[in-house]
């Protein structure tokens, strides 16, 4: 344990410091004007199609879903996440992202025990997460 | 002016997500399972429907609006069903969007091929 803590304080001051700020920075900005671009689609769904506000919603969703698959398949949204951090792995974007991402990486190991099996490595924890939470809240709920 | 909340809502919580991965030893996927359920919880307390109104996409664009969907669908449907509504309620919203990002992911990857 004392090893530990030491190495832990001798090695800190080898590792380069983050920009914590310029890094929150780009995230921000970044990750906004992601949320930008999904309130105009949802107004223009609104307005071009006459949808209704929850269908809309539904609509620019799928949008924003299928555009981060379609980026990361031809390759551009690794170079996109690079430089936005979490800006763009915290959005459902990401999400996305990370399922195409973990599928295509895996896909010489075969369509069932490659794609299938490793495609939620890195989402799978959103899921599994999201689902227990909510399932607990629900109980919770029934019975109060 | 909403676009402007959007962005405003959208960026805070991606500015804190990624200041979360620097400073602490939270990985990215740590801090997107804690988003999710962060959203569930105060979509259960019925805050994060109120930021929906307000923020449009900046609300349910991050990771927290997927857990806020989750718990929106046992609440809509629980009222009706009961405890049944629970466990098929759960997908009601989001499972459009997450059987369309399995689907269109799979086809994906059958065409095309990782980089780098």
Known sequence: ?144 | MEYWIAFLVGGFVCGIAQLMIDRTNFSQIHVIAGLVSAGAILGALGWYDRLVDIAGAGALLPMSGFGFLLVKGIWSYGAEHGWMGIGTGIFQFVGLELSFAIVLSFFTALICKPRG
């Not at chain 1, 996109?80 to 599928?103: E, I, K, P, Y």
């Open chain 1, 1 to 144: 344990m004392r090893l530990r803590d030491n190495y832990q304080k001798a090695v800190k001051q080898f590792q380069p410091k983050p920009p914590y700020v310029v890094n929150s920075l780009k995230a921000f900005v970044s990750g906004g004007l992601l949320c930008v671009l999904g309130e105009a689609l949802k107004k223009w769904y609104i307005n071009g199609f006459g949808v209704s506000q929850e269908v809309a919603e539904h609509w620019m969703m799928l949008t924003v879903i299928s555009l981060a698959i379609l980026l990361t398949g031809i390759g551009m949204y690794d170079t996109f996440s690079q430089f936005a951090g979490a800006g763009a792995t915290a959005l459902l974007s990401g999400f996305a992202n990370s399922l195409v991402s973990a599928a295509m990486e895996h896909r010489s190991e075969g369509w069932v025990s490659g794609v299938a099996n490793h495609m939620f490595k890195i989402g799978g924890a959103a899921i599994v997460y999201g689902i227990v939470v909510a399932y607990v809240l629900g109980v919770v709920y029934y019975i109060m």
